[in-house]
């Protein structure tokens, strides 16, 4: 039920190209409107999830 992208919580070492390359530039605005759009669906379906749960153990209590 619990999943997260990696890309939204990365701790590790930086990758290979990191060292040579520096760092990425930011997002063009469509990229970042994009992916803002997709973790919303995400947080949506995930809440459906929740809601789906919280029945269930009401169900069962």
Partial sequence: MWHRKAWRFYFGIPSFGFYFHGRKPPPAKEEY?????????????????????????????
């Fill in 33 to 61: 409107l994009s992916m803002l759009q997709e973790y919303k669906k995400e947080l949506e379906e995930e809440l459906e999830e929740v809601g789906k749960e919280i029945e269930e153990v009401e169900k069962n209590s």
